[in-house]
């Protein structure tokens, strides 16, 4: 059964500053997804970023990016110019490839952004 | 974007009463949804998948007879908790996939059960 680890319970950042959450996944497949995901006090599940495996190009969505290493099952997040906004609960994600496959989320990451 | 609709928001029941969660994709066909409990600080865990015309298929552990969950359309899904707990007392999160790749799953803003 896949797996995915969050090994980070909270992190912290600076306004501006640029952060990592760290994100570890086992899987026997080779095709499959990765999501980050976020999730303000409001508690609604918001997509930040997608990574297809069989894509060698890290996803960027404007200050989100990842670094995504197939081989060692890594699928780190970097925030930059971090904003208070940023502040919540973030989920690393993994799915299989086809239409019914199922989420399968780590235990997430506390990001809190200090003025 | 794809928008997906919980109610109720917030519900309060007695034990030993049912109550029924509906969730439903506005704008567009949702071949799966998927049903998920969240319990305070803690990650989703995922209950049920279940496709339209279709049983749902239940994870290990989950009742299927106290979560009925019904697929009976390609935009609506309802959960319900039968004969509630306060242990049943959580917050619980749908979302939903249309039926073309890359299958992406949007979620519901979540509905918090309290069973007093």
């Known amino acids: 059964a896949q797996t995915v680890t969050q090994s980070q319970p909270e992190m912290s950042v600076q306004e501006a500053e640029t952060v990592t959450l760290s994100c570890t996944y086992d899987t026997s497949e080779s095709d499959y997804y990765l999501f980050w995901y976020k999730q303000p006090p409001s508690r609604q599940m918001i997509l930040v970023i997608r990574?297809?495996?069989?894509?060698?190009q890290n996803a960027t969505e404007n200050r989100f990016s990842v670094n995504f290493q197939k081989a060692a099952k890594s699928f780190s997040l970097k925030i930059s110019d971090s904003q208070l906004g940023d502040a919540a609960m973030y989920f690393c994600?993994?799915?299989?490839?086809?239409?019914?496959?199922?989420?399968?989320f780590g235990k997430g990451t506390k990001l809190t952004v200090n003025p | 974007g794809a928008v997906v609709s919980q109610h109720p928001s917030r519900v309060i029941c007695k034990s030993g009463t049912s109550v029924k969660i509906e969730c439903r994709s506005l704008d567009f066909q949702a071949t799966t949804m998927f049903w998920y409990r969240q319990f305070p600080k803690q990650s989703l865990m995922l209950m049920a998948t279940?496709?339209?015309?279709?049983?749902?298929?239940?994870e290990q552990g989950v009742e299927k007879d106290k979560f009925l969950i019904n697929h009976a359309s390609l935009t609506l899904s309802t959960l319900t908790v039968t004969s509630a707990h306060p242990e049943d007392s959580s917050f619980y999160i749908c979302?939903?996939?249309?039926?073309?790749?890359?299958?992406?799953?949007?979620f519901g803003p979540g509905t918090r059960l309290t069973v007093t």
């Open positions: 279940s496709n339209e015309g279709s049983k749902a298929t239940y």
């Open positions: 994600a993994y799915r299989g490839w086809g239409g019914s496959e199922k989420l399968v």
């Open positions: 979302s939903a996939s249309p039926g073309t790749g890359p299958y992406e799953q949007y």
């Open positions: 990574q297809e495996a069989y894509k060698q």
